[in-house]
């Protein structure tokens, strides 16, 4: 069968998608656009004409063109080759079906007239490339490309070599700043004012351009002539109203009213002439005297001429009247106006800061009040400040301790970062209100929570170290000596809330005052001891005395210790809360005597009489050991060989104490530099008691747990009596065994700190010291703890003759006399050096 080809029939053309028609549009208004500005003249003629070009050309391709009529061959006339190729023109889209296929006709072919054909291998025929115009549309827009890419090349350099010159230029200014020695970072606008101030104003006509001084000039003569308008306006609508017909009594009132006029005019001329007058003086007075830097007026000699305000006020007997006291007068005179709206956008602004304040945002307020304080008179912010704390914190309800709190540490960055006035002000004025409520005690209702909630305001006062623990120990011994409902409920919110800080920062004041409160609930009368109030206040004081912290209800220090660390970290440029040594007595009798805490500020009082705390606490250093402890401590002090002043005052507090604690933290307020002393002192006390005693080794233990100093003093200290050993006796070699063992289990010093034991030349005491502290570590109810210390020892590589040396030990001398112990004790001791020795040895390999 021969393949013939078919010609395809035309499709029918698809309707364009709206992007086509996008497209089309804004490439025919690119075009007209090109073609509008392609000649200065007659643009729209020439985009009209395009347009009527573009529809001739489409009405002419939409026409069908006419095939020529092509002659029709038979096939007997067509050659041989044409119909092998297959290539027969189509008739009306008609195939000539065959009755063979090509390879039949092939095959019927004689071999003469068979026509080979060959076909390149993998190459295909290249199509004819044809004629390439090249397009005005393409030209034009490669044309518009590259002058964009010059002017764009062109504003980079310009603004390249405008840099360039602005560097320059800088560098010169800087040179002639620097011959002028000015200086732009301390103040930006500081060179144009002392450019007006030095009459160079002018200067900057010459800079403007024409057109702008033409604009500014034409907008000065518009707003002359605006306000010429407003003026006259204002007059024709004053003589409107005036001109209405008057009355015979009004006309004779207006002539008097001219005559009046015409005698002002008069008047006002001779003003004139003796305001030119004096003016003409004053000019001659200025020749005559000048002002020196101070303000003064200053003859030719030099000499200083009086005010005639101070002339005035001398003769007629006036006194000179401060500042701060014209302001409190000024009320009275009538002038206040504008100080009262002052104060009042003073009092407005200070209130939205302290109502937002909170914890989180605890430093921007702080840093609000201090630019107030800077802005402002302290007298002024000090009120403001005063009168919202009393309104916010002092009602009779019972104000919100966080509140309280936060307030209170915002007061602390005041104090530290203004004045330690600022805080002296608050204090005195809170303690002046505690001492007004204390004498009407009795008169106060249980329900009024004023005096309960200034207790709590002055006991946060203490916890942020604005004052000692003087003052507050003061403000307890009045409340104790008023006894009743009310102050047994002030003394139990200052035993929950500051009883442990008290205790700590000075145990021996706290005791003093515990006991000066017992004694006045012994002597208050039987129907307040029935209280279950003063029952309740005497649990806690027990409680605080005894450190047991689980006996006080809803007692959280943590809120209180978190203020104190935001307070440090919101403290800048080296900044600290200045705490006041102010006694009671300093603060109510501040406004007859003085503020000597104030610097600069005046005191009446005799120094001698002061009695300040400083005072009393050089007394105290000063006084003998006599009179601080007992005469039976000082003299077995003495025995015991306590020879310098730290030994003995150590040695008599570890004697004195109540508890452990109470003597650790005695020891720390001694702010000894040496650690050894302790350690000796403890160790010494506990080598010459009869019996064990376990006060010792917890004493240790808490010194140990409190610094890394201490730890290495009393390692250092055991080791010093190790090497001593043949020195003491058997009842000392057992309380020095007994007191390593409880600090090794718990632990406070290691195991390793019987390496200094020379296990190759053990004597007969050293022998006795190493089984006696061997059996009594193996031995205890402590399993865990045990075999941790010994796990401490057994992972340090660099003791390995050390642990030999144990292992060696508790094979040959421990396990070979336990005949010596109870059949229960044999067997845990041989259980538990098996283990022991499995340990070290495993930890060995």
């Known amino acids: 069968m021969v393949k013939l080809k078919k010609k395809a029939a035309h499709a029918p053309k698809k309707p364009l998608s709206r992007k086509e028609q996008r497209k089309l549009k804004q490439e025919t208004k690119k075009n007209n656009k090109r073609i509008y500005h392609a000649d200065k003249t007659n643009g729209a003629q020439r985009v009209a004409e395009a347009a009527a070009a573009a529809a001739l050309a489409a009405t002419q391709t939409s026409k069908k063109k006419k095939k020529p009529k092509k002659k029709q061959l038979k096939p007997e006339d067509m050659p041989r080759e044409e119909l092998l190729a297959g290539e027969v023109n189509e008739d009306d889209d008609e195939s000539i079906a065959s009755d063979f296929s090509d390879a039949e006709v092939n095959a019927r072919l004689p071999s003469e007239r068979k026509v080979e054909t060959y076909e390149p291998l993998g190459k295909k025929p290249r199509k004819h490339a044809g004629i390439q115009r090249a397009d005005e549309v393409e030209v034009r827009k490669r044309e518009l490309r590259q002058q964009k890419e010059l002017l764009s090349k062109s504003r980079k350099q310009r603004m390249k070599q405008l840099k360039l010159e602005n560097v320059e230029e800088d560098k010169e200014i800087a040179k002639l700043e620097k011959k002028l020695k000015l200086n732009k970072s301390k103040d930006k606008n500081r060179l144009v004012r002392k450019m007006f101030n030095d009459g160079l104003d002018y200067l900057l006509d010459f800079v403007l351009d024409d057109e702008e001084e033409k604009q500014k000039w034409d907008e ?434 570890i004697m004195s104490a109540a508890d452990y604690v109470d003597a650790f933290e005695k020891i720390l307020h001694l702010s000894l530099k040496d650690q050894r002393t302790v350690a000796y002192v403890i160790i010494h006390c506990a080598l010459n008691e009869r019996r064990a005693n376990p006060y010792y080794a917890h004493l240790a233990l808490k010194f140990c747990q409190y610094n890394r100093k201490f730890q290495l003093a009393f390692q250092f200290a055991s080791w010093d009596r190790i090497n001593d050993i043949e020195t003491l006796s058997k009842i000392q070699i057992r309380n020095f065994a007994s007191f390593l063992q409880q600090l090794i289990l718990a632990s406070g010093l290691q195991l390793s700190v019987l390496k200094v034991v020379d296990f190759m030349q053990l004597h007969k005491l050293s022998f006795y010291f190493m089984r006696e502290i061997m059996t009594r570590l193996l031995l205890s109810n402590e399993e865990s703890q045990l075999y941790q210390a010994f796990e401490r020892i057994a992972k340090n590589s660099k003791l390995q003759q050390f642990k030999q040396s144990i292992r060696l030990f508790m094979q040959h001398f421990m396990l070979e006399k336990l005949e010596e112990h109870k059949e229960e004790q044999q067997q845990l001791l041989r259980q538990r050096i098996e283990h022991l020795d499995k340990l070290l040895a495993y930890v060995d390999l």
């Open 220 to 653: 000065k003569q518009r707003r002359k002539k605006e306000l010429k308008e407003q003026q006259e306006k204002e007059e024709a609508d004053m003589w409107s109203e005036e001109d209405e017909p008057m009355s015979e009594a009004d006309s004779d009132v207006d002539e008097n009213e001219v005559s009046s006029d015409q005698s002002d005019m008069e008047e006002d001329e001779d003003d004139d002439k003796l305001e030119s007058n004096s003016e003409s003086e004053h000019s001659t007075e200025q020749t005559k005297y000048k002002e020196d830097i101070y303000g003064r007026r200053r003859d030719a000699d030099g000499n200083i001429v009086p005010d005639n305000a101070e002339v005035e006020s001398k003769g007629s007997g006036q006194k000179y009247i401060p500042p701060h006291q014209r302001a409190l007068l000024a009320p009275s005179e009538g002038s206040n106006a504008q100080q009262a709206e002052q104060l009042a956008r003073l009092q407005k602004q200070c209130k939205g800061l302290l109502n937002r304040l909170s914890e989180a945002n605890l430093h921007k307020i702080s840093s609000g009040i201090e630019t107030l304080y800077m802005k402002n008179s302290r007298y002024n912010m000090n009120e403001t400040l005063t009168k919202l704390l009393q309104e916010a914190l002092l009602g009779r309800a019972r104000a919100n301790e966080r509140m309280v709190q936060e307030h209170m540490v915002l007061l602390a960055f005041l104090h530290a970062h203004i004045g330690s006035e600022i805080g002296a002000h608050f204090l005195q004025t809170f303690v002046e209100q505690f001492d007004g409520y204390v004498k009407e005690i009795n008169a106060l209702e249980v329900e009024d929570k004023r005096l309960n909630n200034l207790v709590l305001i002055l006991c946060y006062m203490y916890i942020f170290k604005i004052y000692e623990q003087r003052l507050l120990l003061e403000l307890i011994a009045r409340l104790a000596g008023s006894l009743c409902e009310k102050s047994v409920e002030c003394l139990l919110l200052i035993f929950q809330t500051v009883g442990f800080r008290l205790r700590k920062d000075d145990p021996l004041a706290f005791k003093n005052m515990m006991q000066n409160v017992q004694s006045q609930i012994a002597a208050s009368p039987l129907e307040l001891k029935e209280n279950p109030r003063l029952r309740f206040m005497v649990d806690i004081l027990n409680a605080v005395k005894n450190n047991n912290m689980s006996k006080l209800p809803q007692y959280d220090p943590e809120l209180a210790e978190t203020l104190r660390k935001r307070l440090k970290g919101m403290l800048r440029n080296e900044r600290y809360v200045v705490t006041l040594n102010i006694t009671l007595e300093d603060l109510l009798r501040a406004d007859k005597l003085g503020k000597w805490w104030i610097v600069g500020s005046a005191w009446a009082g005799n120094l001698a009489e002061m009695g300040t705390a400083q005072a009393e606490e050089q007394k105290q250093r000063q006084q003998p050991g006599s009179e601080r402890y007992s005469e039976k401590l000082l003299e077995l002090a003495k025995k015991q060989h306590m020879n310098t002043a730290e030994r003995r005052n150590i040695f008599c507090i």
